[in-house]
């Protein structure tokens, strides 16, 4: 697997990761700026990859701790490098495992759990022939009901879960939490003002009633293409994403 050094945040952040298949991609910088996490909190990124998301947020909030699981070793090992690389050793770490197996040390254990799971179901999705692409963005079925199930459990009571993921699967990811999370807010992304929208950011809070709150759209780009002042804010100078 041929990797590269590449620049995070506007050149704060350096990692490497594979020059092919599953790449750091935007999702995984809006991710990390929508969890309110603060210093001295304790954060489960689940599916961590080479780091992105841990790095991400570790820059934005200075103090917190954040563990990262990861089943690919290859993608644990560039993880660790990239914890090293950037100087965080002292708050972050990464272990490899399975996501919809977590190991009982981290029950109870987290004030947030943050992840950017596979997005296509393997039924209705043609998998990338890249491995580590495949098992990162191919989801076998079930599995999506297993990674919520898992990070209600590692969330302390009153924790926060959040997640981005496709907008059309929003209903099956609402019926998913209802049974272990109160108050979930619902925040859509869209490309540009009045389009369709391709990506939602859910929180959701492990403790009280179930209850719905939604947003208004995110808008990443404006009419001429460049980020909008609100997107080139998270993507470059690390501001936290709003979801209210």
Known sequence: MGTTFDGLLNKRIWLEQPAEGFRIAVDTVLLA???????????????????????????????????????????????EGNIERNRLRDNLQVVRGDVTQLPSNMMGAFDHVMMNPPYHDEARHDASPDESRRIANTETAGDLALWIAGAAQALRDGGMLTLIHRADRLNEILGLVKTSFGLVRVKPVVSKKNAATKRVIVQADKMGAFALKSFQPFVMHRADGGYTAEADAILRDVKAFEIG
């Open 33 to 79: 700026a929508a969890v309110p996490a603060r210093a001295g909190e304790d954060v489960l990124d689940l599916g961590c990859g080479v780091g992105g998301a841990m790095l991400a947020l570790a820059c934005r909030v200075p103090g917190v701790r954040v563990t990262g699981i990861e089943t690919q070793k290859e993608l644990v090992r560039l993880c």
